[in-house]
């Protein structure tokens, strides 16, 4: 497999040539250079489909190693809160992609030599050049407008406090979806993840979504003004059920137009 080495700073990074010619970069050196303790670490921010492993000669033989394509590499930009991943970025974008073609083919010898006697072959070059340029600020573009709230989901999923369905409600208001906390338990009744039948439990969590973890049930004992006490119950959305829902409804998963 062919393989380009680049310097950033005190940091090597090689890109390979995927089978369809698209460039890919190798996630440990990405690794070291965005702040991840390891390639498994950035790759765990890279979406599958934006991922691989390739074949490469190390000082050790060949190995097995895990490469990202460029999306996968912005999204590990995006993620990183290294302070060279600014700069890393800008690197990547103003010296190193100019330097390899569309489609990820590396300017060659044989190439180079073609560039220099075939005025054909360059007029193709410059305007595979725009081509990619332009593909790439658009792929820029997408990673800034998902980072943000790939962030928050990630930040909600450790949370220990759980909250009401009126405020993963506003939640999600805050975040783009337009819902009430009527509305928000309507739709979680019509899923299947609280109780929709009338009585004692309607409106409480089902066996299902007590199972993912998605919701607990807060007891309050109630004193009543002739002395007698009841049992309150209030549905709460965990940590973990508030990551499942914002996650779901943010990237189209889930729609909440689905409840009239």
């Known amino acids: 497999m062919d393989v380009q080495l680049f310097n950033f700073r005190d940091h090597q990074v090689r890109v390979v040539a995927a089978e369809d010619g698209e460039p890919c970069w190798v996630a440990s050196d990405v690794a070291k250079v965005l702040g991840y303790r390891s390639a498994p670490e950035v790759s765990r921010f890279v979406r599958g489909r934006h991922k691989g492993i390739a074949i490469l000669d190390t000082p050790g033989g060949k190995q097995q190693m895990t490469v990202l394509s460029e999306a996968g590499l912005y999204a590990a930009i995006m993620k990183s809160r290294a302070k060279a991943a600014e700069a890393f970025q800008d690197w990547v974008t103003d010296e190193v992609l100019p330097s390899i073609r569309r489609r990820g083919g590396y300017l060659t010898p044989a190439a180079a030599e073609e560039a220099l006697t075939n005025p054909d072959f360059i007029i193709r070059l410059a305007t595979d050049l725009k081509a990619e340029r332009a593909r790439r600020a658009e792929l820029e573009a997408q990673a800034k407008l998902v980072a943000p709230k790939v962030l928050f989901a990630d930040a909600v999923s450790a949370s220990k406090t759980s909250i009401l369905v009126g405020d993963l409600a506003k939640i ?53 003004s002739d002395g007698h006490t009841s049992l309150s119950k209030t549905p709460k959305i965990t940590g973990k059920g508030q990551e499942y829902f914002i996650s779901r409804f943010l990237d189209g998963r889930f729609q909440i137009e689905e409840v009239a």
Request: glycine share 12%; aromatic share 10%; no cysteine.
């Open 172 to 224: 999600l208001r805050g975040n783009g979806i337009q819902v009430g906390a009527n509305r928000l338990f309507a739709w979680l009744r019509s899923h299947g993840f609280l109780v929709s039948r009338k009585g004692t439990d309607w409106n409480m969590p089902t066996q299902r979504a007590m199972e993912l973890g998605l919701f607990r049930v807060k007891e309050t004992t109630v004193v009543h």
